[in-house]
């Protein structure tokens, strides 16, 4: 049954809006817990130990932030599998390109594959340079995320990247949000109104929120 489900056209688009509300649930509580940087390096560093001592002494240090990872990773595969597919059978459905463009079509909705690849590669290289410290530029140190954050943002590229990155997510989040509604059957006539709303609301409160840290450390409020 499980096969059947996944080899069906809806059943990859459910896959794909169940696991974008993981995500994306996921992305709330990050940025609530990136803005604590303004608070200093005390709260921010506090913050970032907290979350590996969750569920103690019931869960092992670091086990509740290792199965947020896994669930994390497993959402994110997901995503991408079932977009990746569904773009294929679209493709082979329809070989040519149609002749008229539909003129009412956002310019999120255009760009979602390719913010798709934007996020991907991204997230590659934020976890290599503020997790494992891999690209990090300045001298990585474990356990101190905020000068590690600083770091990162004292540097053009790291902005660059950052900023680029937050501005495609917002758009993923505006079309991604309401098209999840419709996949899992919230959307009607009279709710799609307050959806497209809570979709615009939620991405511009996410985008403006995580490139908050970027900009604080650029303007030296966080330093």
Not at 68 to 90: P, T
Not at 95 to 119: E, Q
């Amino acid at each position: 049954m499980a096969r059947t489900v996944w080899d069906s056209t809806v059943g990859k688009k459910t896959v794909m809006a169940v696991s974008g509300l993981v995500m994306l649930l996921y992305l709330v509580a990050h940025m609530i817990g990136n803005l604590k940087i303004y608070f200093g390096v005390e709260e921010f560093n506090h913050y970032a130990h907290w979350l590996r001592t969750v569920g103690e002494p019931f869960m092992h240090y670091e086990w509740t932030l290792w199965l947020i990872r896994v669930v994390l990773v497993v959402a994110v595969v997901a995503h991408a599998v079932s977009a990746y597919q569904l773009s294929r059978r679209d493709i082979k459905a329809r070989p040519s390109k149609y002749v008229h463009k539909k003129a009412r079509s956002s310019y999120a909705t255009r760009t979602m594959r390719w913010g798709g690849i934007i996020l991907g590669l991204f997230i590659v290289w934020h976890i290599l340079d503020l997790t494992t410290g891999t690209v990090h530029s300045g001298g990585f140190e474990t356990g101190k995320p905020y000068q590690n954050v600083v770091d990162t943002f004292s540097t053009w590229y790291g902005n660059v990247i950052y900023i680029v990155a937050m501005l495609a997510l917002g758009l993923h989040i505006q079309h991604g949000f309401w098209s999840a509604a419709q996949t899992l059957g919230a959307g009607s006539r009279t709710r799609d109104r307050a959806l497209k709303t809570t979709a615009n609301v939620l991405a511009l409160l996410l985008t403006i929120g995580f490139i908050a840290v970027p900009v604080g450390v650029m303007t030296g409020v966080v330093s």
